[in-house]
């Protein structure tokens, strides 16, 4: 059992140092990505320092669908949004139960809770 405590102990200490690692890495990043942009890039040993405008974009559903016309159907999909499932539980308009045969797991893992 003293085994058990002892990593459980060790866990916590390299979870807390892990998130100020963290932290600095990204107070640095920022310096880092201040500068390049300033006075552009920059080269350590091996490796080159560089900033990428990365643009991450969705779709405007009622724009698609007046651009794409008959072919909307082929890229358009439906989603169920889960929290207004869960407010349909909540309220009483039906049960887990009922909806068991609607899930579908898409991703299962196991996670080690700490409270």
Do not use: C, H, W
Not at 70 to 80: E, F, R, T
């Amino acid at each position: 059992m003293n085994d058990v405590l002892s990593l459980a102990k060790e866990y916590l200490a390299l979870r807390e140092k892990s998130e100020r690692m963290k932290n600095r890495m990204n107070e640095i990043r920022l310096i880092l990505q201040e500068r390049i942009k300033k006075e552009g890039n920059l080269q350590v040993d091996d490796k080159k320092f560089t900033v990428a405008k990365r643009i991450y974009y969705e779709y405007d559903q009622g724009k698609a669908k007046e651009i794409l016309g008959d072919k909307y159907v082929l890229v358009a999909k439906s989603v169920i949004d889960k929290r207004k499932v869960a407010g349909l539980i909540k309220g009483g308009f039906i049960t887990e139960e009922e909806l068991e045969p609607a899930k579908v797991i898409t991703k299962e893992i196991t996670a080690l809770v700490i409270k």
